[in-house]
């Protein structure tokens, strides 16, 4: 399991660490309701930044402030309430949807096409589409941490970022937000909106 992330990494090295393993938790609780180990490691997190004002601290502290409150069967249901049911969910986590107003529309179709030119593929034992937050998130984290430097840079995060997760993901975020039935998730989209924040400020700083 990755390790819960750092506040405050302390050279570019641990920058680099820190983001992917903030790309990786991501992935993981947008996929599924915490599992009882990444529920332990949220928990006793810290949450308090050596240098006061860090950007993510309050979003950070929030989240592991509502992991350490709720209990696990909580989360599960607020989880199965927004993301699972039969039918229409009350949230979407697919890119297509925002993008488009359906799902497996034309920017699934993109997001498969860039996938295959950086050789990666769906594992089948997933069962959600690759246009998922969490694997679009997966996805931000092998860029940042693969070992294979002709796709793991700054160019190809960049790219992939600006076209397949900048478009619509604060607008998941304002939809978990304002969704009455999201609590813990509601604190979760807030870590993200902050994070992504960064990350566009960053990516634009290279331009």
Same mark, same amino acid.
């Given at each position: ?5 750092? #506040?405050?990494? /302390?050279?570019? *090295?641990?920058?680099e660490?820190?983001?992917s393993? =903030?790309?990786? !938790?991501? @992935?993981? $609780? ?23 004002g ?30 699972g049911?039969?039918?229409k969910?009350e949230?979407? #986590?697919?890119? /297509?949807?925002? *993008? ?7 920017? =699934?179709?993109? !997001?498969? @096409?860039? $996938?295959?030119?950086?050789g ?23 860029l ?21 997760l ?42």
């Amino acid at each position: 399991m990755l390790p819960v992330p750092s #506040l405050a990494p /302390s050279s570019a *090295l641990d920058e680099e660490t820190a983001r992917s393993e =903030l790309y990786g !938790l991501l @992935a993981l $609780l947008y996929y599924a309701p915490p599992t009882a180990a990444l529920l332990a490691q949220l928990r006793v997190a810290v949450t308090e930044a050596p240098a006061a004002g860090a950007f993510l601290e309050e979003p950070w502290r929030a989240l592991v402030g509502l992991a350490r409150e709720l209990p696990a069967e909580a989360i599960q249901s607020e989880y199965d309430a927004l993301f699972g049911g039969i039918g229409k969910p009350e949230i979407y #986590l697919y890119g /297509s949807h925002f *993008l488009s107003g359906f799902l497996n529309e034309k920017p =699934l179709a993109r !997001l498969r @096409a860039d $996938l295959d030119q950086l050789g990666l593929a769906r594992d089948q034992k997933m069962s959600e589409t690759e246009d998922h937050i969490a694997y679009l998130c997966e996805v931000m984290r092998y860029l940042i941490a693969g070992d294979d430097v002709a796709v793991a840079n700054l160019t190809r995060q960049r790219e992939f970022f600006a076209v397949h997760l900048q478009p619509w993901v604060m607008r998941l975020c304002d939809a978990l937000e304002q969704h009455p039935k999201a609590c813990f998730y509601a604190a979760l989209a807030q870590l993200t909106r902050a994070f992504m924040g960064v990350e566009a400020q960053g990516f634009d700083m290279l331009t």
